[in-house]
């Protein structure tokens, strides 16, 4: 009988896995719609500073379903863990803005003002969404892969990010200059302009408690790879590559947008090297955990991989078999008969076996569990393992052998 914290336990797995889909399911749809908007404006940049061509919003778009997805996986999976939700909303706030963004696009062209509620969207864009970016890589710095800090004074540093960041949207926010990403628009909460020299004050000293976050949690992911195991090190070996690329990459383009002024082509180059950098982490945190196995979550992605595309097939084979068979009774008799839906269930029933065999072979090829044959391999300076049964055999011997020497000792 399961215990109340089992039951406990399956239930917040459950509604966590409801909840995840539902997430990563959205970001789909509004991707689906964003595309649709920018499809109708035939695809001409939106009047975004740093941004000229399309490349940038392509990018984002990627990026959006890789963190998506890879969100899911961890959500789902391990619920209590922040790193899942962190990757979802990251995908989720990516592509809300890129709707937003063509819809800005979409009321320049109609040559009218934008809405208020356009205009107000516009302004938490500009305001909120960058910060809110860096502060969420700072916290993947600093919780990968268990979920919590090295310790409370690393934990700090995020804290840290998180005022900065606030600092940063309050200076932006404010400032009578108009809109940082939209410069055409004004700023519909503008200070006035004596407050400008405070206001500008005050986003510099959020962007450098920003980079100080970044720069401090990205170190904090070699001390956690420093410390780490030979099994711990190969699962964070490519996640600390993306954490360094990312913040080399990443940082020059948050001061640049903040703290200087460059031509958009300078600044569109770096946003691609950050964009770029971005799209490595949720690769690098694939490859830990599909071909790493970290999070020992091989047996779902086994199931999920054998049992998904066994549906699709399964249901397309349906669809044609049905669709054949009726052709053929109606070839031989002149009408359609109810038999061709029960000789193709009768056909898939016999084919669902060996479909999912050879399936299950196929992915048991690419996701296997670690075997040792891959122990040597992974690590040749270490001796080969033993297998089970030649171990059982020789405890046995051993006992024998004990055996014999206590005999001998009593005699």
């Keep these: 009988m399961a215990t109340p914290r089992a039951l406990t336990w399956t239930r917040l797995v459950h509604l966590s896995w409801l909840a995840a889909t539902a997430l990563a399911l959205s970001t789909f749809v509004i991707l689906g719609v964003a595309l649709v908007v920018w499809a109708g404006q035939r695809f001409e940049p939106p009047p975004v500073s740093f941004i000229q061509g399309q490349g940038v919003y392509a990018a984002e778009m990627l990026l959006a379903v890789a963190y998506a997805a890879m969100g899911w996986l961890l959500a789902s999976r391990l619920p209590r863990n922040a790193l899942g939700w962190v990757f979802l909303s990251i995908g989720l706030f990516m592509v809300v803005q890129l709707v937003v963004t063509f819809i800005i696009q979409q009321g320049h062209q109609a040559f009218r003002p934008l809405d208020p509620q356009v205009l107000l969207a516009a302004w938490l864009g500009s305001t909120f969404h960058l910060p809110s970016l860096v502060v969420s890589f700072v916290f993947i710095f600093l919780l990968f892969p268990e979920g919590r800090a090295l310790s409370p004074r690393w934990a700090a540093f995020g804290w840290a990010a998180l005022i900065g960041a606030l600092l940063v949207c309050v200076g932006i926010g404010l400032s009578p200059a108009g809109l940082i990403w939209f410069p055409s628009l004004g700023n519909p909460f503008a200070a006035p302009q004596s407050w400008e020299p405070v206001l500008l004050s005050m986003a510099l000293t959020g962007l450098l408690f920003m980079v100080l976050g970044v720069v401090v949690s990205a170190f904090s992911m070699f001390v956690r790879y420093g410390r780490a ?130 399936l299950q072979v196929f992915v048991d090829r690419r996701f296997k569990p670690p075997t040792v044959g891959d122990a040597a391999h992974d690590h040749p300076e270490l001796p080969p393992l033993i297998p089970a049964d030649e171990l059982k055999a020789r405890l046995a011997e051993l006992d024998q052998r004990l055996d014999q020497l206590e005999v001998r000792r009593n005699l």
């Excluded at 090190?233 to 703290?259: D, H, I, K, M, T």
């Excluded at 691609?272 to 790493?292: C, E, H, S």
């Design 229 to 358: 195991g030979d099994v711990q090190r190969a699962q964070l070996r490519w996640v600390a590559v993306a954490v360094l690329l990312l913040a080399a990459f990443g940082l020059p383009f948050v001061v640049a947008r903040y703290a200087m002024q460059m031509r958009y082509a300078e600044g569109e180059l770096l946003m691609m090297l950050a964009l770029g950098a971005g799209g490595f982490l949720p690769v690098a945190a694939a490859i830990a955990v599909l071909r790493r196995r970290l999070y020992d979550i091989d047996l779902i992605l086994n199931r999920a991989l054998v049992y998904i595309p066994l549906t699709g097939i399964l249901g397309g084979l349906y669809a044609a078999g049905v669709a054949l068979f009726q052709r053929i009774f109606q070839a031989l008799t002149g009408d359609k008969s109810d038999a061709a839906v029960v000789i193709t269930t009768l056909v898939l029933a016999g084919m669902f076996t060996p479909i999912r065999n050879a």
